[in-house]
């Protein structure tokens, strides 16, 4: 956060906006926001899917448990595992 005050603050300074030092940073810079871009996606796509993925651990386990001392039933363990 303090390199963007100093960028606006040389920017006020020099009469640069945030564009025109993007511009002058050359190539570099264009790869550091992509790779940006590409990590806040990743990031983003990582927290949604975390919430959707959370299980009642309790009632997996008491499942897998279940089915081991009847039947120990492999397709029906899978099934349990996959929902």
Wanted: glycine share 6%; with cysteine; aromatic share 8%.
């Amino acid at each position: 956060v303090n390199w963007l005050l100093l960028a606006q603050l040389a920017g006020s300074e020099a009469g640069d906006s945030a564009w025109q030092l993007i511009k002058q940073g050359g190539p570099m810079v264009w790869v550091l926001l992509m790779v940006s871009a590409v990590a806040v996606t990743v990031f983003l796509e990582r927290v949604l899917n975390y919430r959707r993925v959370q299980i009642n651990t309790t009632e997996f386990i008491a499942g897998i448990r279940a089915n081991l001392k009847n039947n120990y039933n492999i397709v029906e363990l899978v099934a349990i595992c996959d929902a």
